[in-house]
């Protein structure tokens, strides 16, 4: 039961990510001048990814529970310091 409602919370949250940049898409296109492909296609590419990762994070939580602290852990620093680096 909560294995199908945390599969439904993560598709809903990419479907409703798809949803608003199909919505918004003229704003979305004058806020964004630097894309590689299409603001929007890279909108969707990038929410899937995510998408893909919360599935990996929540299969690493039922199998080895310690191992996914580690992952996010991983995960959270690289981030920042993407962060850094590209401003």
């Given at each position: 039961?909560?294995?199908?409602?945390?599969?439904?919370?993560?598709?809903?949250?990419?479907?409703?990510?798809?949803?608003?940049?199909?919505?918004n898409?003229?704003?979305?296109?004058?806020?964004?001048?630097?894309?590689?492909?299409?603001?929007?296609?890279?909108?969707?590419?990038?929410?899937?990814?995510?998408?893909?990762i919360?599935?990996?994070?929540?299969?690493?939580?039922?199998?080895?529970?310690?191992?996914?602290?580690?992952?996010?852990?991983?995960?959270?620093?690289?981030?920042?310091?993407?962060?850094?680096v590209?401003?």
């Open positions: 039961m909560m294995k199908r409602l945390i599969f439904w919370i993560g598709l809903s949250i990419f479907i409703g990510w798809s949803i608003s940049i199909l919505v898409y003229p704003v979305y296109v004058q806020q964004t001048n630097y894309t590689l492909i299409n603001s929007m296609v890279e909108g969707i590419l990038f929410m899937a990814v995510m998408l893909g919360y599935f990996f994070i929540i299969r690493t939580v039922e199998k080895k529970p310690n191992l996914a602290s580690i992952q996010l852990l991983v995960g959270g620093v690289a981030s920042l310091i993407l962060a850094v590209l401003l």
